[in-house]
């Protein structure tokens, strides 16, 4: 991930497991914090790419101090019906560590 004054990536990747990586959009890249969309229709097989995204994050770009869902229909809610709402993203806010300023 870039410093402030440097070009702003578009998407971050990182492995899950062996062979198998996820990627999630950088939505801001500010002085002091950052923000980055992950994508988590259907939530549940998703919950491990959430997972080895945080923990990139944290050991590489700073501290997340906010997981914000994104609510709304989902791949499910064609089965369910438009009452059914589920989680279909979560924007994640970090602070950048100091290398990172």
Same mark, same amino acid.
Request: net charge negative; charged share 25%; hydrophobic share 45%.
């Given at each position: 991930m870039p410093g402030y004054r440097e070009e702003l990536p578009r998407v971050l990747r990182t492995e899950v497991e062996r062979g198998k990586s996820v990627a999630a959009q950088v939505k801001y890249w500010g002085r002091r914090f950052g923000?980055?969309?992950?994508?988590? *229709?259907?939530?549940? *097989?998703? #919950?491990?790419? /959430?997972?080895? #995204?945080? *923990?990139?994050?944290?050991?590489?770009?700073?501290?997340?101090?906010? /997981?914000?869902?994104?609510?709304? /229909?989902?791949?499910?809610? #064609?089965? /369910?019906?438009? *009452?059914f709402q589920g989680v279909k993203g979560v924007a994640i806010v970090c602070r950048h560590s100091i290398s990172q300023r």
């Open positions: 923000i980055v969309y992950l994508e988590l *229709d259907p939530f549940e *097989d998703k #919950l491990p790419n /959430l997972g080895a #995204l945080l *923990d990139e994050i944290e050991e590489r770009y700073g501290e997340v101090v906010a /997981l914000l869902p994104n609510v709304g /229909l989902t791949g499910t809610s #064609l089965l /369910l019906g438009t *009452d």
